[in-house]
């Protein structure tokens, strides 16, 4: 009864609550910086009277401006000279500058005697230097060094001064406040010629090895494996010993904050500082890429080294990893308000590492320290991951870079193409015509695509306007300024919209979806009756648009598998309907729009090449239970290109020896004529070329079982769900022989579908191969029954192309593109690719055409199957790329090498804190395989790694999802 209002509260209240908390958030911190600011302009006299207050200090007439010199007034120098016997001429010389932590007030008593002035004291006034290496200072007598130093000595650090250890920065920063308030109040105030020397400065061996370890950091990140390697290894040493114990230059929050209040020391002061901060903030803005984390921070290294040390690696819960993030902010949000209250980056920094290395810390930092070395031993990257502030800031700070760069690259791509968007192209046309037909696709195979060209090309011939798009590129702000739109879509999975149309589904089914009076429309739909939810995304839509209150031009059409002759019929008819329709404004036509190019190739479903089988090779030894093949066949002559992630279509022909079986279950003469197409042929030749005989569906099962009558059939069909599976899980062949019956030719042919050609990944480049198109395939084939009633099936088109057809025959295929599938544009772009089994058959083509044409880009592959001896598909392809680079890492799951089975979504799960790391950067995703289990698995394990390395709620993380699918960052080729 409780949990009703408490989710109304979380859904409802839950998001104001946390705009008001960011709201409140960033208020308060600008309010702090504010205050600071104002609070910390220096009063300079009253810092020296507090200080020195046995002298009553005026400023000098004769210069006011930094370095402020004070004097004691009249009186107080009579009554001190009569007190102590002092001499006149004496004053107090301000100076200011920056140490390892913030700016520093120094006041410096001098003394002017006949021929010189010296020095008497230096007094800290004020300060926001890190107190322990300020305590440093003072505890090794740093300041009494400059008494009885004249004011025209050079002051040179390690020659006239001592630099302390431990706190070198702080020793320069307050040696050059000294001698530049001395140096310019000798020459300013006491009129002195300049007899001192300029400190001269010079790149030495640290500032050497700090651009060294910048140079392997970037060698680690974008270098080819085989050349990071090493420095890989040596990387984590060298910044835990040089960056942690030498120069303890570790980011902290401090050092962010001091960037943003203005404490940045000079550069010859502090050239290591400006080497890393510059170094990381420059790879954020110019590459976008997180530098310091994982790979210059020290304390990493030390979590790391823990980790080793203990095996022990516990997981975080999605939940804790969220309110970690909370505790994150929290913590730093309360640091940041100190730090600029009191102007002091020290005050606020509760990150234990600086301390650790140095040995010196505030309080706080002494527990927190055993703490989070603790944690290490149990979690990995404890503190990186729960606590630490500078990773999340800088990986947000990433996360911007892409997104404006992103926003900047499509501006400028439109500025330097002159070319505006295909929405845009298509929402101009609008003011060209009224009456036009739009026509929508939305495919996840091609053949959706295929058809809306078709009917395109129909409405050309007869002079319609006409526009077309894929349904993710149109503008549903359009809709209501349409007046004629045709729907060609297809349904994905178990009723889904095909991916892309799931924004203009989401916009049309929404609450606000507008209201369409105006709209004449009709639906094209293509689906598979061996599901249940036939044609559902395409009946969805005409359901929608009628609620609307669109008009329907045309009833809808539900295609099955075989759709061509359906499609054609319903074409045709359209076009009577639009003629009568759009005749008026055929004058005016607008010219076609095409948002995702006209198809041109030659070679197509119903015109194929005849190509030459060239190789048809075992991938796997005899012992292994799946036949796998590498298929390649002959384009020459063809003049077809194709890209790398395309698909081809092969025409296939069924087994002649099952066919005559199942025409003798039947009781069919093999010679009987029939008519398919208008020819004339054998029953036999037909079942051969013409009709799919391997995949059954539900429909041929109804009718079968109606027409044999046997018993156990016309059972099986009253089970809605029970009859589905069974079409998945056997073939015609083998229901026809295990139910045999006397059927007329007619009587069969009408019960059947269609051939249809089959679909495969092509894999391989012609950048590599030429003339040539690779296939990867697993023979389909299963044994049905026991003993002398066994039999053996294979698979259509796996059994024609890989155990029937002859080397050097010929097979009609044709080339489809596959857009939704494609490299990225930069051969820069990182790609992640996942493909158990065959479905790495694309990846295969990647890696050819990367290596081709020496992209750049780096590449992660996520293969499986079961047995790593026995089916490790291409292992010597893969370990060259690995070798020369091209592949940047390989991570395997063999499913059946150990008891417990591993797969392809256990390795992403386990690399998860990289595998995120990679998507921050702008990697591509890139899936292929089983689309009910495997892509789905590897789906879920996708979205478990970006909410718990991402630290986000489940929410956050299907939102990060859904812009990855929107940039075209996560793209499936599934099946």
């Not at 970690?324 to 308000?337: E, T």
């Not at 800088?394 to 911007?400: F, I, K, W």
């Not at 417990?900 to 790391?917: L, P, T």
Request: charged fraction near 20%; hydrophobic fraction near 40%.
């Amino acid at each position: 009864m409780n949990k009703q209002p408490a989710t109304f509260m979380k859904k409802n209240l839950g998001p104001h609550l946390e705009k008001l908390w960011l709201l409140f958030a960033w208020s308060t911190l600008i309010l702090a910086f504010i205050i600071g600011h104002i609070a910390a302009k220096p009063d300079y006299l009253t810092m020296a009277k507090s200080h020195f207050s046995n002298f009553n200090l005026v400023p000098s007439k004769d210069y006011t401006s930094l370095p402020v010199v004070f004097v004691p007034s009249e009186d107080s120098q009579s009554n001190q000279s009569n007190a102590s016997g002092g001499e006149p001429g004496e004053a107090v010389v301000i100076a200011a500058g920056t140490g390892y932590g913030g700016p520093f007030v120094l006041g410096v008593r001098a003394l002017k005697g006949e021929n010189s002035a010296r020095i008497k004291e230096v007094v800290v006034l004020s300060h926001k230097e890190t107190p322990a290496y300020l305590q440093k200072l003072i505890n090794n007598n740093f300041f009494r060094q400059f008494i009885n130093k004249s004011v025209t000595d050079n002051f040179l650090l390690e020659e006239d001064v001592d630099g302390i250890s431990g706190a070198t920065v702080s020793s320069k920063g307050f040696t050059k406040a000294i001698s530049e308030a001395l140096h310019k109040g000798a020459q300013s105030h006491l009129g002195y010629e300049k007899t001192w020397h300029e400190v001269e400065w010079s790149p030495g061996l640290n500032e050497a090895l700090m651009v060294a370890l910048f140079l392997m950091v970037l060698v680690v990140v974008y270098a080819p494996r085989n050349i990071a390697k090493p420095f890989k290894l040596i990387l984590p040493f060298a910044s835990l010993a040089f960056v942690g114990f030498y120069v303890n230059a570790s980011i902290s929050l401090g050092t962010l904050a001091g960037i943003a209040m203005g404490y940045v020391p000079e550069f010859r002061q502090y050239p290591i500082w400006w080497i890393i901060v510059g170094g990381v903030l420059g790879g954020i803005l110019l590459l976008g890429r997180n530098l310091y984390c994982g790979y210059l921070c020290p304390f990493s290294v030390i979590q790391d080294l823990l980790q080793k040390v203990s095996g022990i690696k516990l997981a975080l819960r999605p939940g804790m990893a969220r309110n970690a993030r909370r505790v994150i902010y929290g913590l730093s949000w309360l640091a940041l308000i100190l730090i600029f209250l009191s102007r002091h980056p020290a005050l606020g920094s509760y990150e234990p590492f600086g301390m650790m290395f140095s040995l010196q810390g505030m309080g706080i930092q002494w527990y927190i320290l055993p703490f989070s070395l603790l944690g290490s031993f149990f979690v990995p990257q404890f503190w990186c991951r729960l606590f630490c502030p500078v990773g999340l800031y800088l990986s947000e700070a990433v996360r911007l870079q892409h997104a404006t760069v992103r926003t900047v690259g499509n501006i400028l791509v439109k500025n330097v193409t002159g070319r505006p968007s295909d929405s845009k192209i298509i929402a101009d046309s609008y003011s060209k015509a009224t009456d036009t037909l739009t026509i929508l696709f939305a495919s996840q195979t091609g053949n959706s695509k295929h058809l809306a060209y078709q009917l395109k090309a129909s409405c050309d011939a007869n002079s319609l306007p006409v526009r077309i798009a894929s349904m993710a590129d149109y503008d549903t702000d359009n809709l209501q300024r349409e007046s004629h739109l045709i729907i060609v879509t297809s349904t994905y999975g178990e009723g889904e919209p095909p991916e892309s149309a799931e924004g203009f589904y989401h916009t049309l089914f929404a609450d606000n979806a507008p209201q369409l009076p105006d709209l004449s429309y009709s639906i094209l739909a293509l689906g598979d009756t061996s599901y249940r939810f036939f044609c559902k995304t395409g009946i969805d839509f005409d359901e929608r648009l009628s609620e609307l209150g669109a008009q329907r031009l045309h009833e809808r059409a539900e295609c099955d598998v075989d759709y061509d002759a359906m499609a054609d019929t319903w074409i045709t008819s359209v076009i009577k309907v639009l003629q009568n329709r759009l005749e008026a404004s055929c004058a005016n036509a607008v010219m076609p729009i095409e948002s995702t190019g006209a198809e041109q190739a030659y070679y197509n479903k119903a015109r194929p090449f005849s190509a030459r089988l060239l190789c048809n090779d075992r991938l796997a030894p005899d012992a292994c239970e799946k036949d796998f093949r590498h298929i390649a066949l002959s384009l020459e002559g063809s003049g077809i290109q194709y890209q790398p992630g395309d698909l081809l279509s092969v025409w296939f022909k069924n087994d002649e020896t099952e066919v005559a079986t199942l025409l003798a279950n039947l009781s069919i003469p093999a010679d009987v004529e029939v008519e398919v197409d208008g020819n004339i042929r054998t029953i036999s030749q037909a079942l051969i070329e013409n009709y799919e005989l391997t995949q059954c569906h539900p429909a041929f099962i109804e009718k079968y079982a109606t027409l044999s009558q046997q018993a156990e059939l016309l059972g099986l069909v009253a089970d809605f769900d029970g009859v589905r599976d069974y079409a998945r899980r056997h073939q015609i062949f083998e229901l026809v022989r295990l139910y045999p019956a006397r059927l007329t030719a007619e009587q069969l042919l009408s019960s059947l579908r269609r051939l249809t050609p089959r679909k495969y990944s092509i894999s391989s480049s012609q950048s590599d191969v030429g003339e040539e198109v690779h296939l990867t395939i697993a023979v389909v084939e299963y044994m049905s029954g026991q003993g002398v009633e066994s039999h053996r099936y294979v698979g259509g088109a796996s059994g024609y192309l890989c155990q029937r057809l002859a080397l050097n025959a010929e097979v009609n295929i044709f080339v489809e593109e596959n857009e939704h599938f494609r490299q990225p544009e930069h051969g820069d772009a990182s790609m992640i690719m996942i493909g158990p089994g065959t479905g790495v058959a694309p990846f295969r083509a990647f890696m050819q055409q990367r290596a081709a044409q020496k992209h750049t880009g780096k590449s992660w592959l996520f293969f499986g199957n079961r047995n790593e001896e026995l089916d490790y598909l291409y292992r010597d392809e893969w370990q060259q790329h690995l070798d020369s680079g091209v592949l940047t890492r390989m991570d395997l799951a063999f499913s059946r090498d150990q008891q417990q089975k591993i797969y392809v979504q256990h390795r992403i799960e386990q690399q998860g804190a990289e595998f995120y790391g990679w998507l921050e950067q702008g990697a591509y995703i890139y899936i292929c395989g089983d689309v009910s289990h495997m892509a789905v698995d590897v789906e879920k394990a996708i979205l478990q790694v970006i909410e718990l390395h991402g630290e986000m709620s489940c929410d956050e993380a299907l939102k990060y999802y859904e812009r990855l699918k929107h940039e075209k960052r996560l793209l499936k080729d599934v099946y």
